[in-house]
């Protein structure tokens, strides 16, 4: 079982920066694709970004492109992801998602919260 911890969550003002990271723990000898989704108030969850289980392929959604950017530190076993130019609409839970390489297994953090104010 993976457990993952997400961390670095704040309130920041518009045009501000952070740093999320998601340590992960467990048996981890598989291979991940870790991805970062967000959940605003009362809305679907959504895809925000993704990186290949090798780090070097990465995915991100429109709304972020330019602004975030994820990464992956092999040694910590933590996926980081930079968020600049900060928005209000980034205002969300964000959560963190290891998927299984070659299967469907998958596993979720608890999530951090991130608000930014206008």
């Known amino acids: 079982q993976v457990r993952l911890v997400e961390s670095g969550g704040g309130s920041v003002q518009a045009g501000g920066s952070l740093r999320l990271s998601c340590a992960a723990s467990g048996y981890t000898y598989r291979r991940y694709a870790m991805s970062w989704y967000r959940q605003a108030p009362g809305k679907e969850r959504e895809f925000v970004s993704w990186i290949d289980s090798g780090g070097s392929s990465t995915n991100y959604a429109d709304s972020v492109k330019g602004r975030f950017t994820i990464s992956q530190d092999f040694a910590k076993n933590t996926v980081y992801l930079q968020m600049n130019s900060l928005k209000p609409e980034d205002t969300a839970m964000y959560y963190c998602?290891?998927?299984?390489?070659?299967?469907?297994?998958?596993?979720w953090g608890q999530g951090t919260q991130v608000t930014v104010s206008s």
């Open positions: 998602k290891a998927s299984c390489v070659g299967t469907t297994c998958a596993y």
